[in-house]
Structure formats: structure tokens, C-alpha cells
């Protein structure tokens, strides 16, 4: 089990970037799927990206070829790296860790306290 806390949310204009950062703890990261999810007021979350522990990385297709997903083990973060933002990108973002990489919530076993991002109009 790891411990996620997240960083680096924000408000910004439409067609920004944003980087999102989540530093890990615990014995498992280094072997975990990291992955990124979202959830919009009024809506269900959903997984936004993710990357195995040997860097094979799935994105969503809404996102794709804007947003960048990454990890470095040794520092024990996973970062997402969001580019020509939209408005419909706002929703809370939450960091996750799991033994495998998958799409849906409960096939991960950790969890950030979650980070707004606000792309205005």
C-alpha cells in the first residue's frame, strides 16, 4: 500500500498548461501502476491516464496528445503533464497506485487527497 499526496493544481485559461505532481510513500511504488483519474461536478470519475512500474503508459482518448504522463521510481513521483487545456479538462484530479494498470477505480488500492483544476473560457 502507498501513501499519495498531490500537487499542483490551479486555475488557468483555456489552451494552458498545468502540471500535476504526486509524491508517493511506501514499499510498493516502485513495483505499482501509477495512474490519473478525474471527476467533474456532478459526474463519476474516470481514468484519465496511467503507466506501469516499466514506463508502458494509456491515456483516454479525450486527452491524448495533450497530456503526458510520467514517473521517476527513484524519486518516488508520478507527474501529468497537461497541455492545451479545455474547459471541459475541469474536475478534481486524484492520483492512484495499484498493482496493475487499469481503467476502472477499484483495481487500484491507493489514493490522493485529489487537486482541483479550474480551465477557464
Known amino acids: 500500500q502507498a501513501q499519495l499526496v498531490e500537487s499542483g493544481g490551479g486555475l488557468v485559461q483555456a489552451g494552458g498548461s498545468l502540471r ?3 509524491a508517493a510513500s511506501g514499499r510498493t511504488f ?3 501502476a501509477m495512474g ?3 471527476q467533474a461536478p ?3 470519475r474516470e481514468f484519465v491516464a ?3 512500474w516499466y514506463g508502458d503508459k494509456t491515456y483516454t482518448d479525450s486527452v491524448k496528445g495533450r497530456f503526458t504522463i510520467s514517473r521517476d521510481n527513484a524519486k518516488r513521483t508520478v507527474n501529468l503533464q497537461m497541455s492545451s487545456l479545455k474547459p471541459e479538462d475541469t474536475a478534481v484530479y486524484y492520483c492512484a497506485a495499484g498493482p496493475r494498470l487499469g481503467y476502472t477505480m477499484n483495481e487500484y ?3 490522493g487527497q485529489g487537486t482541483q483544476v479550474t480551465v477557464s473560457s
Open 20 to 22: 500535476l505532481s504526486c
Open 109 to 111: 488500492d491507493a489514493w
Open 30 to 32: 516502485s513495483t505499482y
Open 50 to 52: 496511467g503507466i506501469t
Open 42 to 44: 456532478g459526474k463519476e
Open 36 to 38: 490519473w483519474f478525474r
